[in-house]
């Protein structure tokens, strides 16, 4: 338990400081990412190995998105840990956000193999889009 909130510390830094070599020291060569959002059914978007975190915060650049992570304790069990957090920021359109989200990360040989993001999104278009599933039964 020790190791993984060592190794769970030295991602947290890596990532604050987008030090994409301590990231990649912190992964195995056979890493996954799946991100909550993209066209992959049903996962959203998948990276793959350490390079992967260079492609996201490169396409978080590009989207001109300013995100802010603020993060709790992880929860540890096992090989696997969970960590809450809450996202603040703004998109480049000035669209502001705000969502809670959750990552389970599992650990092989004292790195990370594996990164599933899951996000509550809240938008206009979805809560004016919500079916009443008692009325369809």
Do not use: M, N
Not at 35 to 53: K, N, Q, S, Y
Not at 95 to 115: L, P, Q, W
């Amino acid at each position: 338990k020790k190791e993984i909130k060592a190794l769970f510390t030295r991602f947290v830094e890596a990532w604050g400081e987008k030090d994409f070599d301590a990231l990649a020291a912190c992964v195995t060569e056979d890493f996954v990412w799946h991100l909550p959002v993209g066209p992959d059914e049903p996962v959203g978007r998948t990276l793959h190995g350490p390079d992967a975190f260079r492609v996201e915060f490169a396409e978080r650049e590009r989207q001109g998105a300013e995100l802010r992570f603020e993060l709790e304790e992880p929860v540890v069990y096992g090989d696997t840990f969970l960590l809450y957090y809450t996202i603040h920021g703004a998109y480049a359109g000035g669209e502001t956000c705000s969502y809670r989200g959750v990552d389970i990360f599992t650990v092989k040989d004292g790195r990370i193999a594996s990164k599933d993001a899951y996000w509550k999104i809240i938008s206009e278009s979805a809560v004016s889009g919500r079916v009443d599933i008692r009325a369809a039964a």
